[in-house]
Every structure is written in C-alpha cells, then in structure tokens.
C-alpha cells in the first residue's frame, strides 16, 4: 500500500525552530513536496526534493533522505502567521501525488 | 500574471443531484488535476488530465468524471452525489515535466451535500 505518516499537530514558540517530520512509503517515488495550506485556503508550495540533501529557501529548509524514506521541514525564526497545516506529499509512480494528512502547527507568542 | 482560479466557490446540492466544477489554470500551464479534500484531511487525488485527455484516476467511482478543454481549463462532473461528497474539491495546475513537475492550487470549490 502507499502511506503517508506525519504528526497530527505540534505546538511551538514565536521565534523558535521547529522541525516537521514525514515518512512514506510508496510503489514509485519521483519527488517530495511540502505544502502550507492556512484554514479554509488552498494549500501553496513551499519546497521539493528529489535528491537526497537538504534544500534551504529563507526561512524554510526541507530535507530528503529516499533509503530511509524520510523528510522533514524545518521552520527557522517562527512567526504567529506560521500557523498553518503542512502538508507532506510524495509524487509516487506516474503522475499520481499522495498527500499526508498534514501537521497542524500552532505558533504561541 | 493568473494563478488558478475554480469556479464557483460554494455550492449547495441535495443527494442524487449532478454537480460540475470549473477551473482554469495557471498561465503556461497545460496540466490539471483534482483533489478532494475532506475536513480535517490531505487532498485525494481524483484524476489528472493532460492533452485533453485523463491520464491517471485515483480511487474513486465512475460517477466522478472530468473534461479537459483546448485551452487547458478544465471540469470536474460528480453525478448521483451523496453526503459524503461534501468536502473541499481543489484544482491544481501543473506544466507538464514528466513527472517532476510543481502543482498550483487553486482556491477550491466547497461543496456542501444535504
């Protein structure tokens, strides 16, 4: 089967980091995304990874590791509108994409 | 430059009725997919459509069907709707990569089944 696994929410400090975690297991990988998505908004690009590695944009890094099956999203300098879900997606085999369920991530002051 | 846009934005339909949903997509883009996405979840892939033509489906029934149009834009069909057809259908579009291509979403049709 394909699954998608991520923590359902996570809590953490205005200013902080916080790391986003994402195992899958698909039938096919051809690339990993991550997604913003706010309440009752289209979920937006944020990153994509089809090599091993991390990839570093502002204040958002996304990293890849295929043999493990891993990724995770790091938020650097959190902000209050960094409340969102984050959505984890792998392009599995032909064109199809599979989502995670998302992470709700609630900023405190 | 327009991004994704779907139409209309909220709907309200009562069981055993048909719905169509529209979308036009991204300037320079050729590829459209839907998703659904129930409250609470990530989006389900539905179908993919490139060249006019779907090229990949998801799981779901026959009685969702789509169009694509030569200018790209695109409809999504649900025919014989039930409740648990109410969610949040997403259009996204994509140039098409072979594969590795980014996909832009649109703002959503919110269909509420009663």
């Known amino acids: 089967g394909q699954n998608i696994d991520q923590p359902t929410e996570m809590t953490a400090t205005e200013g902080a980091i916080v790391q986003i975690n994402c195992t899958y297991q698909?039938?096919?990988?051809?690339?990993l995304f991550w997604y913003q998505q706010h309440a009752g908004e289209a979920p937006t690009f944020l990153s994509y990874?089809?090599?091993?590695g991390l990839e570093e944009k502002g204040r958002f890094s996304s990293f890849l590791s295929r043999s493990k099956g891993y990724s995770y999203l790091l938020l650097k300098e959190l902000q209050m509108k960094d409340s969102a879900s984050y959505l984890c997606a792998v392009r599995a085999g032909g064109f199809k994409t599979i989502f995670g369920a998302g992470t709700r991530l609630f900023v405190k002051a | 430059d327009a991004g994704v846009t779907q139409s209309p934005t909220h709907l309200i339909k009562t069981r055993g009725q048909q719905v169509t949903l529209r979308c036009s997509p991204k300037s320079g883009h050729d590829t459209v997919s839907w998703y659904q996405q129930a409250l609470g979840q990530g989006p389900q892939f539905i179908f993919q459509y490139y060249e006019e033509e779907e090229r990949q489906r998801g799981n779901f029934p026959d009685r969702f069907s789509g169009h694509q149009f030569p200018n790209y834009s695109s409809e999504l069909n649900v025919n014989a709707l039930l409740l648990g057809d109410s969610a949040l259908y997403l259009c996204?579009?994509?140039?098409?990569?072979?594969?590795?291509?980014?996909?832009?979403f649109g703002p959503g049709t919110r269909l509420l089944v009663l």
């Open positions: 990874n089809v090599l091993d």
């Open positions: 698909t039938s096919g990988f051809n690339g």
């Open positions: 996204a579009s994509s140039l098409d990569l072979r594969g590795q291509e980014t996909q832009y």
